[in-house]
């Protein structure tokens, strides 16, 4: 079947570590989008791409990078420079402006 | 830039009632407003998308509706069950760029 996985689902990260999310689809999309979730809010975009080798900033970019180097996989790194890293992240893709496909999210925890 | 309201926060209602969900957006140049569901810890899943040529689109006892002159659009749920228990975000997708601006959601309870 068709859709989105990310991993893991649960993440911990110390104090000054770098970790990435991983985020891969099959559904032969071209678009793929990192979005942040706090508690009891809506989802802000961290970063998005249109197209293989190429990605843009979103509304809160600062502390995150992204690499596209597949059509299939989008992994997103929270850096040390993120100074409140702990969320709700979610990854999703679509085709030009159809509906989008979400995954099932990682939970990041600072420790 | 495009800011995406929903108004309540949080509703909880007897199972069977008709209910609507409100949404707005400040920025009428959209592409589609779409209408996603969330329930606790997971991902989201796709409700419903209008075009923003459309006035309303249906799926079984859900119905959304767009007024772009306005900036509103409306998610009418008919005789809500338990199972309907989520939260329910709108999202703008924006001619400028091929993204979605989401609203805060509402969080919708269902007692049996």
């Known amino acids: 079947d068709g859709g989105i996985t990310q991993s893991p689902k649960y993440l911990f990260r110390k104090e000054g570590q770098n970790v990435t999310l991983s985020c891969e689809q099959n559904?032969?999309?071209?678009?793929m989008y990192w979005y942040r979730q706090d508690p009891g809010q809506g989802l802000r975009l961290i970063y998005y791409?249109?197209?293989?080798?190429?990605?843009q900033k979103g509304d809160i970019a600062e502390g995150y990078s992204v690499s596209r180097e597949k059509k299939e996989s989008f992994p997103l790194t929270v850096t040390s420079a993120q100074k409140n890293p702990t969320a709700f992240y979610l990854c999703?893709?679509?085709?030009?402006?159809?509906?989008?496909?979400f995954g099932s999210g990682t939970r990041l925890t600072v420790v | 830039k495009q800011e995406v309201t929903q108004i309540p926060a949080a509703l909880s209602v007897p199972e069977g009632e008709n209910l609507v969900l409100n949404c707005s957006f400040t920025?009428?140049?959209?592409?589609?407003l779409q209408w996603f569901r969330q329930d606790p810890g997971k991902g989201l899943t796709s409700l419903l998308l209008?075009?923003?040529?459309?006035r309303e689109q249906t799926s079984g006892r859900l119905n959304a509706s767009l007024d772009k002159s306005s900036g509103r659009s409306t998610l009418y749920i008919a005789a809500s069950q338990p199972g309907d228990s989520a939260t329910y975000l709108c999202a703008a997708h924006n001619n400028a760029g091929n993204m979605l601006t989401f609203g805060g959601g509402t969080r919708l309870m269902v007692k049996p």
């Open positions: 559904l032969n999309h071209d678009a």
């Open positions: 791409s249109q197209i293989v080798n190429d990605f």
């Open positions: 920025d009428s140049a959209i592409y589609n």
């Open positions: 999703a893709s679509s085709m030009g402006t159809s509906t989008y496909t």
């Open positions: 209008i075009q923003s040529s459309q």
